[in-house]
């Protein structure tokens, strides 16, 4: 069976975010992942909760997935809806289920771009242990500034949880070892481009998935497309 190759994230949708400003650039992105063999990108849009509530978010969503839908080719990846959801106070008391990748109980969880708190952690434990969201934590690399955030970073791999490391970290010197480490020290190691337009973040899975093929090997690049295809499956499909 030929695994899927799946941007898991994303600022594709048009003038939603702080990514792609048009109908034009999202299709263009597209474009650009289609040469890079994608097959399926997550449209992971960033909710806050404290801008937007979840109803309001996902009928925005559903607005500009139509719009980019009405001028898409057969050819281009197919778009899921998703979210980048930031970090929120009793989140876990919350039906977050409408954020999760489409028809899934992936959670795209972005944690506080401070150091994190215990409250902070054990809400993500809750997350994954009490509300059995499939956590996924999104550019764990970006939040590793600290030692503390490294210890509770190490602390929270130890769940059944995602790490999705950014390609572009891959591709940079100064975070490739730290990226490729995190990959290697999570359950679920997952990729994603966080592409938000055509020039400084665009599309760049194809290089990012080299540099794993590369450093770590052809098995543990399949290990990421297996993960990418577990947390992006409906949960009626799954096994
Ligand atoms: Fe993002």
């Not at 150091?115 to 997350?127: I, K």
């Not at 990012?208 to 297996?226: P, S, Y």
Request: net charge negative; hydrophobic share 40%.
């Amino acid at each position: 069976m030929q695994l899927k190759t799946i941007d898991l994230h994303s600022h594709i949708l048009p003038d939603f975010d702080d990514g792609s400003q048009s109908v034009e650039i999202s299709l263009a992105m597209l474009r650009r992942e289609a040469e890079q063999g994608v097959d399926v990108v997550c449209a992971t849009s960033h909710y806050y909760a404290h801008h937007e509530g979840i109803d309001a978010f996902c009928a925005r969503r559903a607005e500009a997935l139509e719009r980019l839908s009405a001028a898409m080719t057969d050819d281009l990846p197919q778009v899921l809806p998703a979210a980048e959801v930031t970090y929120f106070s009793h989140m876990e008391e919350r039906d977050l289920e409408p954020l999760c990748i489409r028809d899934t109980r992936t959670l795209m969880l972005e944690m506080p771009f401070t150091d994190w708190t215990d409250l902070q952690v054990e809400t993500v434990e809750a997350l994954v242990l009490d509300r059995r969201y499939d956590v996924v934590l999104v550019h764990p690399e970006r939040f590793c500034f600290s030692k503390s955030n490294k210890h509770k970073l190490k602390q929270l791999a130890q769940l059944p949880i995602g790490l999705q490391v950014n390609a572009g970290s891959l591709l940079r010197w100064g975070t490739r070892r730290l990226a490729l480490d995190l990959l290697q020290m999570a359950h679920m190691p997952l990729l994603g481009s966080d592409c938000h337009n055509l020039t400084s973040r665009p599309p760049n899975l194809k290089e990012g998935r080299k540099v794993v093929m590369q450093k770590l090997g052809e098995d543990f690049l399949t290990k990421i497309d297996l993960n990418g295809e577990w947390v992006t499956i409906p949960t009626t499909e799954a096994p």
